[in-house]
């Protein structure tokens, strides 16, 4: 009989990697260092498992994925919550980095999920500076609002603090700037999205960073990516109300704010946002329907190496019809 080929889960913490190994159930530990990481490499390639799983766990695990990957190891990083709800279903209750390990491994075996190129340095480079962008400007919102309710003795130094992170921002627009010029395929996308009205540097540069696979997918697929995708709640006769979630907030939240600019400056998404409240859909749902239609038509541009042309998008997007709403 032939032997079950093996799975592999790697727990990432900060100071330790805690593997276990399915379907044979060996659990092992070694360091997150370098030393570390080249004896799980060693290891693993021995073993030549079908899959690696690791959970995404805010960057720390970026290392041992690079380096498993470079080993020539099928190395897939996903979201925790689909691992929490995987172990749930499968009654592990209980949470050790040693059941962890486990779950991941058997998650990796039951699932099976897409292997997706890792993103390179230049692409972890880029994303880090959105991440800290993404950061200033919350810190500069906050600041803001303390000053609003701040006394003569505060005041001063807010203000300060406001001058100082503005400072620092457009710092960061500017490695952002150099960055993605000095790549030509960079540089090309950038171009091509912000030739959609609506679509500015913000929206480009996290589309570049964050949605990688824009052009390669079908819309369907794309929008359940971003999560702009409407989802079914039936049961038996029940016909619940559709709803979107889940997805990249990243990309949803750039591109809510790229809709509602589009939906003002951008005749193609204007005219399909216009058409949608004037039919009476809520507006809530007549945007995130523009959100939908939006992305799509970025994903038939990057497709086709295409810049902005409505007269090309006249009829991208999902049609309405009265039973269903986009």
């Not at 880029?126 to 006394?151: D, F, G, P, W």
């Not at 949608?276 to 959100?291: F, I, Q, R, Y």
């Not at 038509?297 to 090309?312: C, Y």
Request: with cysteine; aromatic share 4%; charged share 25%.
């Amino acid at each position: 009989m032939e032997s079950r080929k093996a799975y592999v889960g790697v727990d990432v913490s900060s100071a330790e990697l805690v593997v276990g190994v399915h379907p044979s159930g060996e659990v092992w530990e070694t360091s997150n260092d370098a030393r570390g990481i080249e004896e799980l490499r060693e290891r693993l390639r021995r073993l030549e498992p079908a899959l690696v799983v690791l959970e995404a766990s805010g960057g720390i695990e970026a290392q041992v994925a690079g380096e498993l990957s470079e080993a020539g190891l099928a190395v897939v990083v996903i979201n925790p919550r689909q691992v929490r709800d995987f172990a749930r279903a499968t009654g592990r209750l209980a949470k050790t980095d040693a059941i962890d390990a486990l779950v991941l491994a058997q998650f990796a075996e039951a699932v099976k999920p897409p292997v997706r190129p890792l993103p390179t340095e230049a692409e972890q480079a880029l994303r880090a500076l959105m991440a800290r962008r993404r950061q200033i400007v919350a810190m500069i919102t906050s600041e803001r609002n303390r000053l609003l309710k701040a006394t003569a003795h505060v005041r001063p130094g807010i203000e300060e603090h406001i001058a100082w992170l503005k400072a620092r921002l457009d710092d960061l627009n500017n490695d952002l700037h150099r960055l993605i010029e000095s790549s030509p395929l960079w540089r090309a996308k950038d171009k091509l999205f912000q030739s959609v009205p609506g679509v500015g540097p913000v929206a480009s540069n996290t589309l570049l960073t964050h949605l990688p696979e824009l052009g390669q997918l079908n819309r369907k697929e794309i929008a359940s990516l971003v999560g702009v995708a409407p989802h079914n709640r039936d049961s038996g006769r029940f016909r619940g109300q559709r709803t979107v979630w889940g997805g990249r907030a990243p990309v949803r939240t750039v591109l809510y704010m790229a809709t509602l600019a589009a939906t003002r400056y951008n005749p193609v998404v204007r005219a399909f946002y216009s058409r949608l409240c004037e039919s009476g859909k809520p507006k809530k749902v007549a945007l995130t329907a523009a959100m939908r239609k939006l992305l799509t038509i970025l994903n038939v541009m990057a497709r086709e190496q295409t810049l902005w042309n409505p007269s090309h998008h006249p009829n991208t997007g999902c049609p309405l019809t009265p039973q269903h709403s986009c």
